[in-house]
Nanobody, 119 residues
Framework: QVQLVESGGDLVQPGGSLRLSCAAS????????LDWYRQAPGKQRELVAT???????DYADSVKGRFTISRNNAENTAYLQMTSLKPEDTAVYYC?????????????WGQGTQVTVSI
């Protein structure tokens, strides 16, 4: 059974930092890669950052230079280091991975972790 478990969300002041974790079981993140998404109230879920199986990374323009995605293969855990946080970063953050089996794509999501940026 595949599980993705996020942690690390919190209330933080503008300009602060947080590190989110996504612990995976049942899949190998070194094989699947991993994405971080976020969803703010009343808005659609948006892709924030990606790390591919090869280790390359990509970011939404809104977080470039402030967020860093990384992966620890030995721990099968991915991270999202967030710095210079802004109120508009407030959202529930989800990790996502997918696998392809016999040409079918299977998507896996964590339960989400709340990040609130406020005075």
């Amino acid at each position: 059974q595949v599980q993705l478990v996020e942690s690390g969300g919190d209330l933080v002041q503008p300009g602060g930092s947080l590190r989110l974790s996504c612990a995976a079981s049942g899949i190998m993140l070194s094989v699947t890669g991993l994405d971080w998404y976020r969803q703010a109230p009343g808005k659609q879920r948006e892709l924030v950052a990606t790390v591919t199986r090869a280790g390359s990374t990509d970011y939404a323009d809104s977080v470039k230079g402030r967020f860093t995605i990384s992966r620890n293969n030995a721990e099968n855990t991915a991270y999202l280091q967030m710095t210079s946080l802004k109120p508009e970063d407030t959202a529930v953050y989800y990790c996502h991975a997918s696998t392809i089996v016999l040409s079918r794509t299977f998507d896996y999501w964590g339960q989400g972790t709340q990040v609130t940026v406020s005075i």
